[in-house]
C-alpha cells in the first residue's frame, strides 16, 4: 500500500448542536441519545455533544446546580451514554455537570466502547461560572484510544493558545470540545463567530483536528451561537459551519493520521518543532512527548 493511500486511522466524526433545557436533565439526556442514534445511522464514531449538555448552562442558585450535578462516571447520564457507546462501538466527548463531594466541575467527560476513558475539568471558567464550578484541577490530558489520540477542553478555554499547544505537544490527533458559545462585545453580525476564527487559528497553527459542538437557543435570557464545525489540522473547515440557530449535526471523515504525517508544511518547517524555545520561555515544554513533533 503506497504512502499516500494509508487511512490507518479513518473515522467518522460528528458534531451534535443540540438545545438543552436547563432543569430538564432526563429531556435533554433522552435528546442526546436520540441525537447520537441518528449520528450512528450516518457511520458516525466518535460523537462530540456540547457543554453542560445534561443540565443546562444558566443556573439560578447553587442549589439548583448541586440538584443537576451527578457523580463521574457513575452517574445516571455518563452510565446511559457509556451503554450507547458500547452497543455500537462508539467514543462519545460531551460536556456534565460534575459532582465529587461537595465540588462542582464544568466537565467534560470521553467514553470509549469499554466505557469510562477520562474526564476533563474546565480550567477557565467564564462569567456566573465561577459562582458554581471549581477551576479545573486535571490539566489538559490527552486520552490514548484504538481511534486516536484525544485531546479536550470546554469552550472558554479555547481563548487561551496554551490549551490547544498543551494537548498538541502531547501528541493529541483532535480536540474535542463541548462549547456553549455565546456573543462577546464586537461582534459583527455578518460574520461567523470569533470561536469559528480561534479554532480554525489554533488548527492550522498546532496541526490538529478540532470538533467542536455548540449548543443553540436562548436560556434564561442567555442567547447562544451554534456555528458548530470541524475542522482539518490544516485550519480549513471540513464539516459545517452549523446553523445559527437550529440544531442539527455535523460530519466530516478524516483520517487522524494526517495531523502527525502531514505536520511539516514544506522541506523546512514544521510548526511544532520549529518553536524556539531559547527565545522564549520553554513554557509547555515540560508536556511534550519525544516524537509526537
Known amino acids: 500500500m503506497s504512502r499516500k493511500s494509508r487511512e490507518e486511522a479513518l473515522i467518522k466524526v460528528a458534531c451534535i448542536q443540540m438545545e438543552p433545557v436547563v432543569g430538564e436533565k432526563d429531556r435533554n439526556v433522552r ?3 436520540e441525537f447520537i442514534e441518528q449520528a450512528v445511522s450516518k457511520g458516525a464514531k466518535l460523537i462530540v455533544l456540547p457543554e453542560l449538555c445534561n443540565s443546562g448552562y444558566v443556573f439560578e442558585s447553587r442549589e439548583e446546580a ?3 450535578s451527578e457523580p463521574v462516571p457513575d452517574g445516571e447520564t455518563s452510565r446511559a451514554w457509556a451503554e450507547i457507546a458500547a452497543r455500537h462501538g462508539l467514543h ?3 460536556g456534565i455537570c460534575e459532582r465529587e463531594g461537595e465540588s462542582l466541575y464544568n466537565s467534560s467527560v470521553v467514553i470509549g466502547p469499554q466505557g469510562h476513558v ?3 475539568r474546565k480550567v477557565h471558567l467564564w ?3 465561577n459562582l458554581f464550578f471549581e477551576p479545573g484541577n486535571l490539566g489538559f ?3 490514548k484510544t484504538p481511534i486516536g489520540r484525544i485531546g479536550t477542553f470546554i ?7 496554551e490549551s490547544y499547544r498543551m494537548c498538541a505537544l502531547q501528541g493529541a490527533d483532535i480536540v474535542c470540545i463541548p462549547t456553549n458559545w455565546v456573543p462577546i462585545p464586537g461582534q459583527d453580525p455578518k460574520r461567523e463567530a470569533m470561536a469559528n476564527i480561534l479554532v480554525m487559528g489554533a488548527a492550522h497553527s498546532n496541526s490538529v483536528f478540532v470538533a467542536a459542538a455548540d ?5 434564561r435570557g442567555q442567547p447562544f451561537l451554534g456555528q458548530s464545525l470541524i475542522v482539518s489540522y490544516t485550519g480549513w473547515p471540513i464539516g459545517g459551519p452549523a446553523s445559527s440557530s437550529e440544531e442539527e449535526i455535523i460530519y466530516a471523515e478524516v483520517n487522524l493520521a494526517d495531523a502527525r504525517r502531514k505536520r511539516n508544511w514544506n522541506e523546512y518547517n514544521q510548526v511544532l518543532r520549529d518553536r524556539r524555545t531559547d527565545v522564549y520561555d520553554e513554557m509547555l515544554g515540560a508536556d511534550a512527548r519525544p516524537g509526537w513533533y
Open 155 to 161: 469552550c472558554y478555554d479555547g481563548w487561551f493558545p
Open 127 to 129: 462569567n456566573e461560572e
Open 92 to 94: 462519545i466527548v460531551a
Open 118 to 120: 477520562g474526564t476533563f
Open 141 to 143: 490530558p490527552v486520552f
Open 215 to 219: 449548543r443553540v437557543g436562548t436560556e
Open 66 to 68: 448541586f440538584a443537576l
Open 31 to 33: 435528546r442526546s441519545l
